[in-house]
């Protein structure tokens, strides 16, 4: 029996931070087309079903854009699509499951999806599948408990293999969420250890959002398309699982891969005004001058001479407009060099920008950061000014 | 340089005056209108009006008094070298002639070139405004009348670039702004003014205050946001709560009904207990009722006996008591037959003594009623004369008419009045007499006899046999019918009052009216003499008085019949009656009281059996009751043994009846115990309790049902948003707007600093470089206003904007705007002087400066510190030249007055 283990599908994102609303849109855009992959995937490995984990929705009262797309997509896969409510979309109250809409376009669009929202053996022709929805946004319960029931594994067919799904953190791992999630909260706790796991046959677990082995029996499948900056190299987001399961024997675990953007993480630090351009070439090399494909989070610390910041400043611009989301954290300090120190500071012909140039340079050194920054700005105005006028004469 | 002397020729007023100049003070008097200004406006159109000039200008200066063209000839020393200037204003044929003395010589342009050298000036030129412009020159050395007070600053003006040239080479470090450094300036000022105003206050519109809007605006969506979601969350959590509050509640519900159902159970048990005690208490109090009933039977049975006997024992002497009651009674009967007999015996005698006694009382009444009998029958006929007399008169009465006294004095007026209208017919009346009459003489009619006399009072037909008819008219006329007419009239009444009364005369009613009123006399009388013999009831009382006799004798006789067995008189008199009467008073006095004495025993007997009667009676009642008693209480006891037993039985019952009761206590005691320990309040109060917690258990089971349905009304959307991706882009967008109210924070900062910082430093360097100028004006102030003086010159770019003057004893600085007239005057005298000072380094350390009338607002007392500084001045090297109209106010100048010079020569200035 072959299927395709996904979760945190996290449809309906709304991915505030990106300011540009076309972008944004891009970014909301990918994880939809993560689901066209996985139909497309799906049909190629001509599997039976495809499970979903948990978290298809990022919220719980996701708007009807988002419900009616995600019912198409999941109306293209071909194959029964089972699916647990995860902690962002629970199945308590107000939730998108009871909605009359989602209904609606789930019959309308995707008649091949089923949300379970019981804990039960639901005994289909290939597989026992034994379900445990997360029914509030914290269940203080571990979900899984109901599998601890002997008798209930013992009533099952013993020739068909049995699929857990469930949502959840196990042991060790917990769904770190990024900062800008920070309302999201913990997530719940999954004791898999008290599991009967020689009756059971393979774990589908979703809420981790890179693919992880957390045993042979139990896999996080990750999200299929990554939604937030990359957490260490251990975290591997943008898979989906084909599992082949046998009953009474461990499964067989593939990764396919699904993402479509690409997420960065750099930091950086500037020593002397040359390494702009050395920061430049290694931005072209992480993004290969893409545009609208990749997502930034790049951190600068160091200084740069008045010049040198505003050439940094138009690159950022250029940056912005080719990345679908620079996320820029800038430490950068505006240090002017010798030459601009000379040229601002030691101008004999005109004694009043020396003079207002050698206090802002004499401030910029202060160690109330508050003045110094207003300082380091100022005289990033005054040569701009000074650079104008020059001009202009 | 210094100024020789000047000669002005044809202009205005001016014939041809001439002025020589000291070195460095010159004074010039002169009374008003006579030509200073005039001259002083000359001297400074020579040194810098070209020649040439025409128009309005040119006009200006001619005089319409003398002839020919203005001229001006000035002799001036510049450098080492003495020079004579000689203008011709004359339109395009005017001339400029300068020489140098011993030297070179320029004419027009050449001259007017090198003069302009010379002075240190530009080319003024000529066109519009020309007179305007022309006061530029040398504006800072010429004090214009008029225009003494004015800011020193527009005077400084032409000489700005001189001044700031000066005042470079002056300080050692003073340096002066750039082109550059202005524009730089004026960008960051106009980057200020973007973002602040004027006073420093945030500008509207500014991208730090649509900053700030933005972030208040992204602030408010965010927390609006915020509150919807928490909105959201917090329903959630309610119906979280509320699920989790039901499943608790329903399982402590199933733990109370369970702990209801056990104590049901343990009340059920308690109430069948309770039952049994119940039952067994009703058997317990049966049994003792029993026993009590045994215990007073018996008892009351003895008790009876102990009574009856008693009962019995004490009717023995009561028997015998009344025996003797008895006995009493019939000796009182006896008593009482003697004592009646004697009381009969009493009463017979007082009886016959009473009927002797009634008979002569009979008697003496009778005797009383014949007596009145006969009073009553003498004043009987007494009376009946009287009547007798009555009947006379009244018949007598009757007869007479019925006339009163006043009737008949009417009749007698009547009667008079009649007979005075006869008196007056007849007086007035005709008497005819036929003596003699052979004819039948009629008189209307009737036949009168001879001899008879007849009355005419009416006019009357005298017929004397048939021939002869006379008619007779009585004398009076009309007065006599109506005479005889009335006279009639009252005959008639006369005779008619007659006939009424039943008269025939006067004086026949009169005698009846006396006799009338004489008889009603008599008839009063006799009235009065019957009345006391008989009011009417006379006949009445003889009549009653006869009957009651009847009776009276009568009576007598029937008492006499009583009494027929006694020897009584029949007959007796008044006197004798009362003997007897008396005799029988005595008598019944005596019987009767005798009587009375029988018949007080009799009563006192009849008592005393009563007495004894009321005894027996009572006796017989208590011995009956007694008797009553005993019977009923053997009976009782009869029934009572009858019913109950014997003795013997009794107490054999009673002894059964006890162990019962015994039993049953024991039985009920145990009951009792058993109940005890099962604690029945303690039991009933949990249940009551129970009953409690299943109530408030459900309560908050239905309520927290209730809360839930709300919760999840609550939570339950629609789709048409999501509030968790509204909140999440309101947070996303308030960060934003905050990081970029931060840039622009910093950007408006950095903005403030620099041009804080521009302007700090741009005020630095204009006091470094003004500061030569500021010290040598302080030098003048402090002439004028003392040692404490200072003066702060401002310069904006390059040039001088201004001064502030600190003035000893005075807190702070004063603008220039800021001064009274007359102190404006000095300082901008002051400003002038120290300008010239300066400026004199270009000019072989001298240049006059010419002050008309300059100080027309100055106090007198200033007028000397103003001396002081104008001498200072000279002293420093300045040719001052002072044109007034009050020379006196300048005499501690220490120079003397000069006065204008009217030349020979009328002819303009030579070439």
């Not at chain 2, 002005?8 to 010159?26: G, M």
């Not at chain 2, 003035?807 to 007359?822: C, H, I, N, T, Y």
Request: charged fraction near 30%; hydrophobic fraction near 35%; aromatic fraction near 4%.
């Amino acid at each position: 029996m072959k299927l395709i283990h996904t979760a945190d599908w996290q449809l309906g994102k709304p991915y505030a931070r990106i300011q540009n609303s076309q972008k944004r849109t891009l970014a909301q855009r990918a994880r939809l087309d993560a689901l066209h992959k996985i139909a497309d995937l799906a049909m190629q490995h001509q599997v039976d079903c495809v499970l979903v984990a948990g978290d298809a929705f990022d919220s719980p009262t996701a708007d009807r854009g988002t419900v009616s797309a995600a019912c198409a997509a999941i109306g293209q896969m071909q194959v029964p699509v089972y699916m647990i409510p995860g902690n962002h979309d629970h199945g308590g109250p107000g939730s998108i499951w009871n909605q009359d809409f989602f209904n609606q376009e789930q019959s309308q669009l995707a008649p091949n999806l089923h949300v379970v929202t019981e804990n039960k053996p639901i005994v289909l022709e290939k597989f026992v599948l034994l379900p445990c929805p997360l029914m509030s946004r914290r269940s203080l319960s571990d979900p899984t408990t109901w599998l601890r029931d002997e008798s209930i594994l013992a009533s099952l067919d013993p020739t068909l293999p049995r699929v857990a799904l469930a949502h959840g953190s196990v042991q060790g791992f917990t769904s770190t969420v990024d900062e800008e999630d920070a309302s999201l909260g913990a997530s719940n706790l999954l004791n898999l250890q008290h599991l009967p796991i020689s009756e059971l046959d393979y774990i589908a677990l979703g809420d981790w959002h890179g693919v992880k082995e957390v045993s042979p029996k139990s896999w996080y499948s990750g999200t299929p398309e990554p939604d937030r900056f990359p957490k260490g190299d251990s975290n591997r987001p943008g898979f989906a699982l084909l599992v082949e399961v046998k009953r009474g024997e461990n499964p067989t675990v593939n990764e396919l891969h699904t993402a479509s953007l690409n997420w960065h993480e750099m930091n950086f630090e500037f020593t002397q005004d040359s390494d702009l351009e050395l920061l430049q070439s290694k931005i072209s090399e992480l993004t290969q001058n893409r545009v609208d494909q990749d997502l930034l989070k790049l951190e600068l610390h160091g200084s740069l001479g008045i010049e040198a910041s505003a050439s940094l400043e138009k690159y950022l611009e250029s940056l912005r407009s080719r990345m679908i989301r620079l996320k820029l954290k800038s430490q950068t300090t505006i240090a002017p060099n010798e030459a601009e120190l000379n040229e601002l500071s030691q101008r004999a012909s005109d004694p009043l920008i020396s003079s207002v140039a050698a206090k802002l340079i004499q401030q910029s050194g202060s160690h109330d950061p508050q003045e110094a920054t207003t300082a380091s700005i100022a005289l990033r105005e005054l040569f701009s000014a000074c650079q104008r006028m020059e001009s202009k004469a | 340089m210094k100024l020789l002397s000047a000669t002005v020729s044809h202009y205005r007023i001016h014939k041809s005056t001439k002025l020589e100049f000291d070195p460095s003070r010159t004074l010039v008097g002169g009374p008003n209108e006579s030509g200073k200004s005039t001259f002083a406006e000359a001297l400074h159109r020579g040194l810098f009006l070209k020649s040439r000039i025409t128009g309005a200008a040119l006009e200006d200066m001619k005089s319409t008094v003398h002839v020919g063209a203005p001229g001006v000839e000035i002799y001036f020393e510049s450098g080492s070298n003495q020079y004579r200037l000689v203008k011709v204003f004359q339109g395009q044929s005017g001339s400029t002639q300068l020489t140098e003395i011993g030297g070179e010589s320029w004419k027009d342009e050449a001259a007017e070139s090198k003069l302009n050298e010379l002075l240190g000036v530009d080319d003024v030129g000529g066109g519009r405004n020309i007179l305007e412009r022309l006061k530029n020159q040398w504006g800072h050395l010429w004090v214009w009348q008029g225009e003494s007070g004015s800011h020193p600053s527009q005077h400084v003006a032409q000489e700005n670039s001189n001044l700031i040239q000066r005042l470079q080479s002056e300080g050692a470090a003073a340096v002066l702004q750039s082109a550059l450094d202005t524009a730089v300036a004026d960008w960051i000022e106009t980057r200020y003014s973007e973002h602040f105003t004027k006073g420093g206050k945030q500008k509207a519109g500014s991208d730090l205050a649509s900053a700030q809007e933005e972030e208040r605006q992204a602030y408010e969506d965010f927390h609006k946001a915020e509150e919807r979601l928490k909105r959201l969350e917090q329903a959630i959590q309610n119906f979280e709560q509320s699920e989790t509050g039901i499943m608790d509640q329903e399982k402590a519900l199933v733990d109370i009904l369970s702990q209801k159902k056990i104590s049901q159970e343990r009340i059920h048990q308690l109430e069948s207990l309770q039952n049994d005690r119940q039952q067994k208490a009703e058997q317990q109090q049966r049994a003792s009722q029993q026993l009590e009933l045994f215990d007073q039977v018996h008892k009351k049975i003895e008790s009876l006996k102990i009574n009856r006997d008693e009962v019995s024992k004490a009717l023995a002497p009561e028997s015998h008591k009344l025996e003797d009651v008895r006995k009493s009674l019939d000796a009182s009967d006896q008593a009482i037959l003697s004592a009646s007999r004697q009381h009969e015996t009493a009463l017979e005698h007082t009886r016959n003594a009473r009927l002797r006694f009634d008979w002569i009382q009979s008697w003496k009444n009778l005797l009383n009623q014949k007596s009145q009998l006969a009073q009553l029958l003498k004043r009987q006929t007494q009376a009946k004369q009287l009547k007798d007399q009555v009947r006379v008169v009244k018949e007598e009465l009757q007869q007479l008419p019925d006339l009163t006294d006043s009737m008949v004095q009417k009749l007698r007026k009547i009667e008079s009045r009649y007979e005075a209208s006869k008196a007056v017919v007849e007086s007035m009346a005709a008497r005819i007499e036929i003596k003699q009459a052979d004819l039948k003489v009629t008189l209307d009619g009737k036949l009168i006899q001879p001899g008879a006399q007849q009355t005419i009072s009416e006019s009357t037909e005298l017929q004397i046999g048939d021939a002869v008819i006379i008619q007779l008219h009585p004398g009076g006329g009309g007065s006599l019918t109506e005479a005889r007419e009335k006279s009639q009239q009252l005959k008639n009444e006369l005779a008619e009052a007659f006939d009424k009364a039943g008269i025939q005369s006067i004086e026949k009613a009169n005698e009846a009216a006396i006799r009338r009123t004489q008889l009603i006399q008599k008839l009063e009388h006799l009235e009065e003499q019957l009345k006391p013999l008989d009011d009417g009831d006379l006949e009445d009382d003889i009549a009653q008085l006869e009957s009651n006799i009847q009776v009276s004798e009568s009576e007598l006789n029937r008492r006499r019949e009583k009494l027929k067995d006694e020897k009584l008189p029949d007959d007796s008199d008044q006197e004798s009656l009362k003997s007897l009467e008396s005799d029988a008073r005595e008598t019944l006095d005596q019987v009767e009281m005798k009587e009375n004495e029988f018949r007080r025993e009799l009563e006192m007997a009849r008592q005393k059996k009563n007495s004894i009667t009321e005894q027996l009676t009572q006796l017989e009642n208590h011995i009956r009751q007694r008797e009553v008693k005993l019977q009923d209480l053997k009976t009782e006891i009869k029934v009572l043994e009858e019913t109950h037993g014997n003795l013997e039985k009794r107490q054999s019952g009673l002894e059964t009846a006890r162990q019962e009761k015994q039993e049953l206590d024991t039985e009920l005691a145990e009951l009792s115990a058993r109940l005890n320990s099962m604690q029945p309040d303690l039991l009933r109060s949990e249940l009551e309790r129970l009953h409690r917690a299943e109530d408030i258990t459900r309560k908050t089971i239905q309520d927290l049902r209730d809360r839930r349905a709300e919760s999840k009304a609550l939570c339950e959307y629609d789709g048409s948003n999501d509030p968790q991706m509204e909140f999440e882009t309101a947070h996303a967008r308030l960060a934003e707007s905050r990081e970029n109210l931060e840039r622009e924070n910093l950007r408006a900062g950095a903005i403030q600093k620099l041009t804080e910082l521009f302007r700090s430093e741009k005020e630095t360097l204009s006091s470094q470089l003004s500061q030569p100028l500021a010290d040598r004006i302080s030098i003048y102030l402090r002439a004028l206003f003392g040692a404490g003086a200072n003066a702060v010159v401002k310069f904006e770019g390059q040039e001088f904007q201004g001064i502030q003057l600190y003035r000893p004893g005075q807190v702070g600085a004063f603008d220039f705007s800021e001064l009274s007239g007359g102190t404006r005057e000095q300082v901008a005298a002051a400003v002038r002087l120290a300008v010239a000072e300066l400026l004199a380094c270009d000019h072989d350390n001298s240049l006059p400066i010419v002050f008309d009338d300059a100080f027309a607002y100055s106090d007198p007392d200033r007028v000397q510190s103003l001396q002081c500084m104008l001498d200072l001045a000279a002293n420093r090297g300045l040719q001052i030249i002072i044109l007034t109209c009050n020379p006196s106010d300048y005499a501690l100048l220490g120079t003397e007055v000069r006065s204008f010079k009217t030349t020979e020569n009328t002819q303009s200035p030579s070439r």
